[in-house]
């Protein structure tokens, strides 16, 4: 029995947010702030959260959520990268977490949009874009998050 093409993309995505809240678990025993505590836990349970949602379409598949993506009026917003005050990056660490945070969404949602150009099957290509979108959504939140720390 062939094994189904979006497999290795749904394990692909959750390999990548199972990191992220390693991530930002171990962070934040390392800091010392209460704040940044905070944030990094925060953080935490918005990729608990997409672990979910990834296991989810494991079980599932994916027909709802392309449903979702064909339908989104955001389907096509661009995350903004622009960093958190770098100047303050060097003494706040809430805006030290928020940039590197923000980096690496933005490289996650580029390679996502990059696999879905590059997929040689239409579903796989949609995956990966639902992915990406996924991500922008996760920025945006980020964005609130680190103005509102």
Not at 17 to 43: G, H, I, N, S
Not at 80 to 103: G, H, Q, S
Not at 113 to 129: I, P
């Amino acid at each position: 029995m062939p094994q189904d093409p979006l497999t290795p993309v749904l394990k692909l995505a959750l390999s990548t947010a199972k990191a992220q809240y390693d991530f930002f678990m171990k962070t934040t025993e390392e800091v010392r702030t209460p704040e940044a505590k905070a944030l990094l836990k925060t953080l935490a349970e918005s990729e608990s959260d997409t672990i979910t949602r990834l296991h989810h379409m494991m079980i599932t598949g994916i027909v709802d959520e392309l449903e979702e993506l064909s339908s989104a009026p955001d389907r096509d917003v661009v995350p903004d990268a622009t960093p958190f005050d770098p100047a303050r990056a060097e003494t706040d660490p809430r805006i030290f977490v928020c940039n590197k945070v923000l980096e690496k969404g933005i490289k996650t949602y580029t390679l996502y949009l990059q696999m879905a150009t590059r997929a040689k099957s239409e579903v796989v290509s949609h995956l990966f874009e639902y992915l990406a979108f996924m991500k922008m959504r996760q920025i945006q939140r980020l964005r609130i998050l680190c103005h509102s720390f």
